[in-house]
């Protein structure tokens, strides 16, 4: 079984991550740098994706709890 502590520092260190790689992203354009903000906006897209089933997995697993 796994951890809700756990699940939640996961959560937070990935919405954290995201942050960052989104700043990246508009930085990126900011300067011009219309390559590596692309790549980094599909990083982002991923993140956000990977942050979303790790929030609605942590919701199921508070519902069942409680």
Do not use: K
């Amino acid at each position: 079984m796994t951890s809700a502590a756990e699940i939640s520092s996961l959560s937070s260190t990935l919405s954290e991550l995201h942050g960052r790689v989104t700043a990246l992203a508009e930085s990126s354009l900011a300067s011009g740098d219309e390559d590596m903000a692309h790549e980094l906006i599909a990083v982002e897209r991923a993140l956000g994706g990977a942050l979303r089933r790790l929030r609605r997995f942590e919701q199921g697993q508070n519902a069942r709890r409680g």
